[in-house]
């Protein structure tokens, strides 16, 4: 009797197409997930109402759907006289214009709460990316701090002192960095006032 070699639960192949990414990476990209998951679910009813309706309004579609409506008005005030009847909103089409201006400020408003929410989760990569970078720096320098003690305890490396090295191994002050440019953003004010300052750049 041959054994079967049926196996029923077969290791799952992976998709050629699917690329296999480093662990390191997958945390960095579930960690940002979290982010957006989080900002999502803090969203209310009614925020959520206004941002569903200016993605509709966002569409090519509606622009097709709103030149037609008013095309449609428009004519449609025109023909009736022609075929004795009276118009509702005879030229020079006050109701349409009433409504175009009332349809306006409502998307003005759906537009300013919708930016308002982009701008909040724009503010927190914002924090996250500084927050890394000042890590990131402060490792760089430790790296280099402990590199250094291990050249001077290494008796065949010769013993010489490199101040760039003792420089970038002291991990940068924030607020001195600030500081700095806004004083070279003073100086560039005072000779180009019309220049653009990294303080502005930064801020567009």
């Keep these: 009797m041959t054994r079967s ?3 029923p639960d077969p290791a799952p192949v992976a998709d050629a197409s699917t690329p296999i990414l480093p662990a390191h990476i997958e945390q960095t990209i579930g960690a940002i997930a979290r982010l957006h998951d989080r900002h999502r679910k803090g969203v209310t009813p009614l925020q959520h109402a206004v941002e569903t309706a200016t993605g509709l309004v966002g569409r090519a579609r509606f622009a097709g759907v709103l030149f037609l409506a008013m ?3 428009i004519a449609a005030n025109l023909a ?3 075929l004795g009847h009276r118009a509702w909103d005879p030229a020079p089409f006050v109701a349409l214009q009433g409504a175009a201006q009332f349809l306006a400020l409502f998307l003005a408003i759906f537009i300013l709460v919708t930016q308002r929410r982009e701008n909040e989760l724009t503010d927190l990569r ?8 000042l890590l990131s720096e402060q490792k760089s320098a430790k790296l280099i701090a402990l590199i250094e003690e291990l050249r ?3 008796p065949s490396v010769r013993n010489r002192q490199d101040l760039e090295a003792d420089a ?3 991990p940068a002050d924030p607020e001195a ?3 700095a440019l806004r004083e070279s953003s003073n100086d560039q004010m005072l000779h180009d006032p019309e220049a653009e300052t990294p303080l502005s750049a930064a801020k567009l």
């Design 71 to 73: 095309s449609l008005w």
């Design 126 to 133: 914002q924090q996250l990316t500084l927050e890394l970078a």
């Design 5 to 7: 070699t049926y196996d």
């Design 168 to 170: 970038l191994s002291a």
């Design 177 to 179: 960095v600030l500081e």
């Design 152 to 154: 001077i305890d290494m």
């Design 80 to 82: 009736l006289p022609a």
